[in-house]
């Protein structure tokens, strides 16, 4: 498994601020990977982030929104641009260690938009 | 396109009871993994179980079972002799060999009354 933290771990922003979220692992990593969960939703991917190349984005997900850094395989940032209510979520990285085929996930930032 | 369905919504037993989670899964991949994660009111998500399409014998691990049907494709998971500190939401998940991506389903938030 990893020791994942992400800071903040939560935070209520005002509408149309942005807010950047960072995960750290503490191990090296190749794959990162952000997902937001609505209040009393599922989890949805946003992106997949590689270190040393642009993030992957899904469906419904734009760069100009969700910008994603990944300077180094320890590290990622996620910020959520132009923030209004609905993007009111907790916002989980998670990481792939070595060929574990398995996801293990950070504690989540809880984030709140008014 | 994948799906998983958790038709539970929400469950609720009394401390000590036998409870079952449900998960169907759909896929045309003819190898995949799939996964159970437990989400205490606390926000992070806590992996708790891998299993991979080839392999149908069921796991048992302390108070956890998991019953895997290729031939109904679900997945299920029991607890047995429940206790408060089961109260979370429970996903089930679906991932593909080598893409990495997970699917969730929409999550059955079970509650243990002591």
């Known amino acids: 498994s990893a020791v994942i933290s992400q800071k903040p771990s939560r935070d209520i922003c005002q509408r149309g601020t942005s807010l950047t979220i960072q995960c750290q692992v503490d191990?090296?990593?190749?794959?990162m990977f952000w997902y937001r969960q609505q209040p009393g939703q599922s989890l949805t991917l946003i992106a997949t982030a590689n270190q040393g190349s642009e993030a992957t984005y899904e469906s419904g997900f734009v760069i100009d929104k969700f910008p994603i850094s990944r300077p180094n395989l320890t590290f990622s940032t996620l910020t959520v641009s132009n923030m209004s209510p609905e993007d009111s979520s907790i916002y989980l990285c998670s990481v792939e260690p070595g060929r574990t085929d398995t996801q293990y996930f950070g504690p989540g930032t809880r984030l709140t938009v008014l | 396109a994948q799906k998983v369905t958790q038709a539970q919504t929400e469950i609720s037993v009394v401390e000590k009871e036998d409870v079952t989670l449900d998960c169907v899964y759909e896929t045309r991949d003819t190898t995949y993994y799939l996964f159970w994660y437990k989400q205490p009111p606390s926000g992070e998500l806590v992996f708790l179980i891998r299993?991979?399409?080839?392999?149908?014998q069921n796991e048992i691990s302390g108070r956890y079972s998991w019953n895997f049907q290729k031939s109904t494709s679900s997945f299920n998971f029991t607890i047995t002799a429940s206790q408060v500190v089961d109260s979370a939401v429970y996903f089930c998940a679906l991932g593909n060999f080598g893409n990495e991506k997970l699917t969730f389903g929409t999550g059955t938030r079970l509650t243990i009354i002591p």
């Open positions: 299993r991979n399409s080839f392999d149908e």
């Open positions: 191990s090296q990593v190749t794959m």
